[in-house]
């Protein structure tokens, strides 16, 4: 299970970062990513990072103020998102890659299984 965890109200130019707790060592196998889903929009691919932590990979848009980690420890991953502007109110969805090739990171929100429930973020004036 994913639980997805740290949403709110972040004023513009503000930073935010929001959590995911996942349950169970198997967390260690899989290949991690954050989707967000604006009002009327499509789900889009924000940023994911491989089972060691060592790969990530970005939307090229959104790459210079959005920063995916994770805690093997923890079993948790997180993203940081600064600059925030009005474009990134969304749904922030954590979703796991339980068949990952290795440590490639994708994109395509097909890849990936397991979802948790989405945090609702607000980026206000």
């Known amino acids: 299970q994913l639980q997805a965890s740290g949403g709110g109200l972040v004023p513009a130019g503000g930073s935010l970062r929001v959590s995911c707790a996942a349950s169970g060592r198997n967390f260690l196998n899989y290949n991690m990513a954050w989707f967000r889903q604006a009002p009327g929009k499509e789900r889009e691919f924000v940023a994911g990072?491989?089972?060691?932590?060592?790969?990530?990979l970005y939307s090229d848009s959104l790459k210079t103020r959005f920063t995916i980690s994770r805690d093997n420890v923890n079993y948790a991953v997180y993203l940081q998102m600064d600059s925030a502007k009005f474009e990134d109110t969304a749904v922030y969805y954590c979703?796991?890659?339980?068949?990952?090739?290795?440590?490639?990171?994708?994109?395509?929100?097909?890849?990936?299984?397991?979802w948790g429930q989405g945090t609702e973020v607000t980026v206000s004036s």
């Open positions: 990072v491989s089972r060691s932590g060592r790969n990530t």
């Open positions: 979703a796991a890659d339980l068949r990952p090739l290795d440590e490639v990171v994708v994109r395509n929100p097909a890849n990936y299984d397991y």
